[in-house]
């Protein structure tokens, strides 16, 4: 009897649990795009046969995942795949276009605050390091630490916004990412 009557308490508190306790989502799944900066040889105006260096964006679409394992931790991967070519030029001064590779990432994020927005909606920014890695340059893939902060606005739907930045080390290629994602 005593038996019957834990189980009976115990199944009326998990019940309870299960009522009061709203469940948060714990995947999130975002499409995007990256502006990536990377130097570009180009040759000098006016000047034959010299060249100057310069900054041009490269386009690529950004794909990225996360699982939550707290409200503030979680697990995330990327995968960004350039959309365009780099400009160089070899000993010879003869332009040519150089392939970008496409590049994988794995790591953890972190989100310092979640702030209610008109209680439609938490902004949270987050902050990550992923190790990345090329998977499909021509010469060598290399592997590299990966930094990246964006400012993400979810709505009570798990619809989210998202617009930060990242720096890749070992690669020194900055970019600007933004997207539209969902959290379930």
């Keep these: ?22 469940v948060e989502p714990k995947l999130a799944l975002s499409f995007g795009s990256s502006l990536l900066f990377v130097e570009q040889a180009f040759v000098a105006e006016g000047l034959p046969n010299q060249t100057q260096e310069r900054v041009v964006p490269v386009p690529s679409w950004l794909l990225l995942g996360e699982y939550m394992w707290t409200p503030r931790w979680s697990s995330a991967v990327m995968l960004n795949v ?4 780099v400009r160089r030029i070899d000993e010879n001064g003869d332009i040519y276009e ?21 209680s439609q909606a938490t902004f949270r920014p987050q902050v990550a390091l992923l190790g990345g890695r090329t998977i499909n340059d021509l010469e060598k893939n290399v592997f ?5 902060s964006r400012m993400v606005l979810v709505s009570a739907s798990g619809t989210s916004l998202y617009g930060g930045v990242a720096y890749a080390f070992q690669e020194e290629t ?3 990412i933004y997207g539209i994602g969902h959290r379930f």
């Design 1 to 22: 009897m005593m038996f019957h009557m834990w189980m009976c308490l115990l199944s009326l508190s998990f019940a309870q649990d299960a009522e009061t306790e709203a």
């Design 82 to 85: 350039p959309l365009s070519t």
């Design 98 to 118: 150089q392939h970008s590779a496409a590049a994988v990432g794995l790591g953890a994020a972190f989100s310092p605050v979640n702030l209610s927005v008109f």
């Design 144 to 148: 590299f630490p990966l930094l990246v």
């Design 174 to 176: 900055f970019a600007l």
